[in-house]
């Protein structure tokens, strides 16, 4: 995708990225729901190349670590008048870390709401802690990994919060049973053929019982829940104050 498509569009939730690789985005939010919902003006995009704020012939950003280690840091300076350049971008300011909250789809729904978002996408060991303070960024972190840079921690939180923007799904009812929906994961799937390699979808599905179906939706959510994330399940339990007998 041409560069050129970032100022195009001016409609809709306003996508802002500072980056040192614009050609990485829209990236994959070029393709499918995310795609065709920048194209119809659902959401736009702006990229700002960090580059672009560099002071010196070098047109380097970033500079050697005070009290050693390894690896270079991104220059508050110059992050500082990048931001500074899109001061007229709605929305909060984020910046992809390994250290901050772990992103998930509370998150991503608040974001929705949001008009935008402004992200910064840190390289080498990130950003000068000054910068970080003063223009009140908020750390956001996509996991317990290292990745090399916060663009595709930015592409993930973008995706994710795009297809929660009116018009994007077409209809609401996609989104009541998806995972983390209600706190629970979803239920295991099944489509054509109803007779695959000798195993069977469940019968129930078959039925054409709304009300058995529903129930067994519920149950699977529940027990997939359960056994494979602990963490969720005790905050469903919580939440819906069932008795651990229930278990
Ligand atoms: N020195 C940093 C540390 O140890 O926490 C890691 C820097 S990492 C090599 C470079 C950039 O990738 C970071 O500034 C951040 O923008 C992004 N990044 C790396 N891991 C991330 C994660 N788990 N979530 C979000 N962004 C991440």
Known sequence: MPSSFSDKNKTGWHATILTLFPKMFPGPLGFSLAGKALNSGIWNLKTVDIRNFAQNKSRSIDDYPFGGGTGMV???????????????????????????????????????????????????????????????????????????GGEPAAIIIMDALIRLLPGVLGTTTGLSEESFENGLLEYPLYTQPRNWNGIIVPETLTSGHHAKVKAWKRLKAESITRERRPDLWEQYMKNNDKSSSSR
């Open 74 to 148: 991104m220059r508050p300076d110059i992050v500082d008048t990048a931001l500074e350049a899109v001061a007229d971008r709605p929305g909060p300011r984020l910046y992809p870390s390994p250290r901050g909250a772990i992103f998930d789809q509370s998150w991503a729904k608040i974001l929705a709401k949001e008009p935008g978002a402004v992200i910064f996408c840190g390289r080498y060991e990130g950003l000068d802690e000054r910068v970080i303070k003063a223009r009140n960024l908020k750390e956001v972190s996509i996991g317990d990994f290292v990745l090399s």
